[in-house]
């Protein structure tokens, strides 16, 4: 989970506290406040008023700065979520950015704002740099999908242009650096290239971004030039961009850094971005943008979930007293959510906040009226079964999460375009490692196999754990079953050794098995089998496809299988 630096006394004034306040915030009264965000408090210094706190939700990256903390309380105390009329910006712009074609297939997407009016303090440019990270690590996944740049507004004559350029054409000096290289020598030199280079690596041309005189802003998503580039203290006008390949999430982070800005003082004016062709919001975007949609949620559902029967507007008033714009009917509460979030993926998320917003301790609390004994369901009693005879038969143990992302459930593994490419996909992921459901143990076995090259030979490692299959025929167009995948690896891994593990533990098990031939693309031609127990499918087994191995790096021959537990456990 995030943990993020603040000082107490930034904190204050972002709150609305200036220091001549009689009523000095202390680090008690914010920890009584963290719940709001889900945070804890989790160190403090008295000398220097640094805070360390952790956001138990990953889902909130607009409250990973101090301005995002004291904007979501200072919306709770206040009752009332700020104005940011820069959202609504209907005139024509002066300043635009025209996005070069070509770009789709390298890095398409970007925005981008100018902040005026706030000198940056110390202390704004610390939480500058924090947020910038922050976005760009955690939910711009170390900046393949979002990366961030911040440059010097008065040096830049507009338009600017996100261009498509070959790495010896252009060159310029990068922050940390004294002498001007090629964007080539930058990739295989500069400690950022050497470490985000991998991004772009792979395409005869890169993309930078320059303004009208040429001058060069940056190569995102790799590092900013150090003349217009290197923010400093005393800078009262800003020109903030976003670049990635997930148009809403470069969008949702512009709108973050924007509504940041505009906190502490500064006075954001859009800026209109031109793309070649039309994006899913139009060809030109005017940024920062509300992308935000109203959704109805019916009352009795809430109270429902909440236990608690609740006036339509004592929902209406917990929900506006968390930031969302937010009206009733009789029956059902139109809710949006501020422009600054889009972690909105169910009605129970907007339960959660009502609940925040109203306080834990506002519901009281029900006895249980009846008294149960709990114990291991089957298949969990399956499950462990399998664990100790896999450790007996000398595998090791794993746990995976049950999260991926496509690339690794389906190209990786040969199954783009096949009757097996069909799995369930989170309808508004908030980063790409983990936008779908696994629906085989393989991929998360090979993963770790991936990382495990300097590990003696041989590698057997097993996991038991749970994957989501699509199903039509299901209410919720999918179902979710335990399996147990094993795979081996080393120079002399096959077929015949699978096999014997599988019957050894199958035997101990006693569950009769057969074994029929299966073309799969995963597995090399002829190499595969269908595990059939009393005439129904059990799992699969074969030796991994040489391309497989290939796409996961691993250099070692592998042989996996997998089973149903939850077949098993109907036994």
Known sequence: MPTISINLKDFAQLLGRPASDNRPVTAEQLEAWLPLVKGELKDQDAETGELRIELQDSNRPDLWSCEGIARQIRIKLEGAAPAYPFFQAAKDQKRRVQVAPGLERVRPYLAACVANGYPVTEEALTQLIQVQEKLADIFGRKRHTVSIGLYRLPAIVFPVTYDLVKPDEVRFTPLGFEEKMSLREILAVHPKGLEYGPIIAGHERVPILHDAEGQVLSLPPIINSREIGEVRVG?????????????????????????????????????????????????????????????????????????????????????????????????????????????????????????????????????????????????????????????????????????????????????????????????????????????????????????????????????????????????????????????????????????????????????????????????????????????????????????????????????????????????
């Open 235 to 571: 800078d009262q006008a800003l020109f903030v961009e976003v670049t990635g390949t997930d148009l809403l999430m470069v969008l949702l982070t512009l709108n973050i850094m924007a509504v940041n800005l505009a906190d502490r003082g500064a006075s954001i004016e859009p800026v209109d971005v031109v793309y070649p062709e039309a994006t899913d919001l139009g060809k030109t975007i005017r940024t920062p943008v509300d992308f935000g949609q109203a959704r109805s949620i019916p009352i009795k559902m809430i109270e429902a979930a909440l236990g608690q029967a609740l006036s339509a507007d004592q929902i209406r008033k917990a929900l506006l007293d968390y930031g969302y714009d937010a009206s009733v009917s009789r029956d059902n509460v139109s809710v949006k959510l501020p422009p600054y979030r889009n972690d909105l993926m169910h009605a129970v998320d907007v339960v959660e906040d009502v609940a925040i917003s109203r306080g834990y301790s506002d519901f009281s609390p029900v006895m249980p009226s009846q008294f149960t004994v709990g114990s291991l369901s089957r298949v969990e009693q399956v499950s462990d079964r399998l664990r100790d005879l896999m450790v007996g038969i000398g595998f090791q143990e794993i746990i995976s999460n049950i999260m991926a992302s496509r690339p690794e459930l389906i190209d990786r593994m040969r199954l783009a375009g096949t009757e097996w490419d069909r799995i369930v996909e989170v309808e508004n992921a908030m980063t790409q490692t983990f936008s779908c459901l696994r629906q085989a143990i393989t991929p998360s076995l090979l993963k770790v196999e991936a990382a495990s090259s300097r590990s003696f030979y041989p590698h057997r490692l097993f996991e038991v754990g749970e994957v989501a299959l699509f199903d039509p025929t299901n209410d919720a167009g999918s179902r979710t079953v335990m399996k147990l995948g094993a795979l081996i690896a080393h120079a002399s891994a096959n077929f015949s050794e699978a096999h014997s593990c599988l019957d050894l533990l199958l035997y101990y098990l006693d569950c009769p098995y057969q074994l029929e031939p299966l073309a799969h693309p995963s597995f090399l031609e002829g190499r595969a089998g269908r595990i059939l127990s009393q005439g129904r499918p059990l799992g699969l087994i074969g030796e991994l496809h040489p391309e497989v191995l290939e796409h996961w790096q691993v250099t070692m021959p592998s042989v996996v299988f997998e089973l149903e537990v939850d077949r098993l456990g109907e036994r």
